[in-house]
Antibody
C-alpha cells in the first residue's frame, strides 16, 4: 500500500539545524510531487511548499524561504526537509503529503526547539 | 494569496443528525483548465489529516457516502448526512488552484 513514513521526533536547541526524512513506498516516487505542511501546537495546517520529485525543483511558500530546504534522495524514495537556525517558533509537527491531492500523509515529525 | 474561511469553527452534533461546514475562498477556485481544486480533509485526534473529498465533490476511496461536497466559484460546503462517533475531529478545506496552497482555519466537530 502507498505509505509515507517520517523520521522520529527531534529536540533541538535554538540555532541548531534539523533534517526530517519522509520515505515513500508502494508507488513510483518520481510520479508525484511531495508537499510539506506545518502544524504548530494546537493550531491549524500551514502549507510550506512542495518539491517536484522528477526534477528536484522546490517551491516555497512565503515565510518558508531561506531557512527551509526541501531535497530528495530518489534512489531511496525519500524526501527531506531541513530547517536551519532553529527558533522556538519552529516548534511544530511537520508532515509530508503526496501529490496534488495531498494523499497520503506521513505520520508527522514533532520538532521541539528549546534551550 | 487566496484566503480560505471556514464556518463554523466548531460544532456539536447528536449522532444520527446532519452537519454542514462552509468554506469560502477570497477568489474563485476555478482553474483555467476547468477544474476546481478544492479539497476536504479530516484530522482525527492524534492522527495526520486524511483526504475526504477531492475537486469539490468527489469522495476519496473508502470515504463513507454520508460525506458529500458541493459548491463552485468561491463557496463550498461539506455535508455529513448522519454524523457518527468516528467523525469527530477537525475538518479542513484546502485550495490548490493557485500558489500558495492554503487551508481554512479548521472546524472542530464533537459529538453531543
Amino acid at each position: 500500500q502507498v505509505q509515507l513514513v517520517q523520521s522520529g521526533s527531534e529536540l533541538k536547541k535554538p540555532g541548531a539545524s534539523v533534517k526530517i526524512s519522509c520515505k515513500a513506498s508502494g508507488y513510483t516516487f518520481t510520479a508525484y510531487s511531495m508537499n510539506w505542511v506545518r502544524q504548530a501546537p494546537g493550531q491549524g495546517l500551514e502549507w510550506m511548499g512542495w518539491i517536484a520529485t522528477n526534477t528536484g525543483k522546490p517551491t516555497y511558500a512565503q515565510g518558508f524561504t531561506g531557512r527551509f530546504v526541501f531535497s530528495l534522495a530518489t534512489s531511496v524514495s525519500t524526501a527531506y526537509l531541513q530547517i536551519s537556525s532553529l527558533k522556538a517558533e519552529d516548534t511544530a509537527v511537520y508532515y509530508c503529503a503526496r501529490g496534488t491531492w495531498l494523499d497520503p500523509w506521513g505520520q508527522g515529525t514533532l520538532v521541539t526547539v528549546s534551550s | 494569496e487566496i484566503v480560505m474561511t471556514q464556518t463554523p469553527l466548531s460544532l456539536s452534533v447528536t449522532p444520527g443528525q446532519p452537519a454542514s461546514i462552509s468554506c469560502k475562498s477570497s477568489q474563485s477556485l476555478l482553474h483555467r483548465d476547468g477544474k476546481t481544486f478544492l479539497f476536504w480533509y479530516l484530522q482525527k485526534p492524534g492522527q495526520p489529516p486524511q483526504l475526504l473529498i477531492y475537486e469539490v465533490s468527489n469522495r476519496f476511496s473508502g470515504v463513507p457516502d454520508r460525506f458529500s461536497g458541493s459548491g463552485s466559484g468561491t463557496d463550498f460546503t461539506l455535508k455529513i448526512s448522519r454524523v457518527e462517533a468516528e467523525d469527530v475531529g477537525v475538518y479542513y478545506c484546502m485550495q490548490s488552484t493557485q500558489l500558495p496552497h492554503t487551508f481554512g482555519q479548521g472546524t472542530r466537530l464533537e459529538i453531543k
